[in-house]
């Protein structure tokens, strides 16, 4: 690709640097809420020693004032219902690809927006993932 100014080549250079951003995004949340479940698991675990469990629960609390940003408000029993954001920046990502790549096609636009929106739904009713305050 030819650039004609360097206006044209940052402005592609800062796009592609957000669309990787926003691209690996939800796998980098992903790979944080299995972090998560580990200690879940490890402190319900019967198999577990309690000196060990004492230990997760000190590693899950440093765990939690890191990361907490990802499921504050969320019900932390399922792991259904802690991947809400996982969830809404998926849903974004493929908003956002389908108003880019099908332009032309507002029909099938239509039809991925309110599909994706009955998922969500789905999902909402089905998972109810925020704590009732």
Known sequence: MIYT???DAFGFTMALVFFLFIAFLPLFIQRKLHQKFVFIDGINSKETTPEFKEFLA?????FDKEWQCFYEDLRTDSRLTMMYNYFFILRRFFF????????????LQIIVFV???EFYVIYFVYCRPFVDN
Do not use: Q, W
């Not at 000190?58 to 440093?62: H, I, L, V």
């Not at 956002?96 to 029909?107: C, G, K, N, V």
């Open 115 to 117: 599909l994706s929106s």
């Open 96 to 107: 956002s690809l389908s108003l880019f790549y099908m332009y032309d096609y507002a029909a």
């Open 5 to 7: 100014n360097f206006a």
């Open 58 to 62: 000190m590693e899950e609390r440093k």
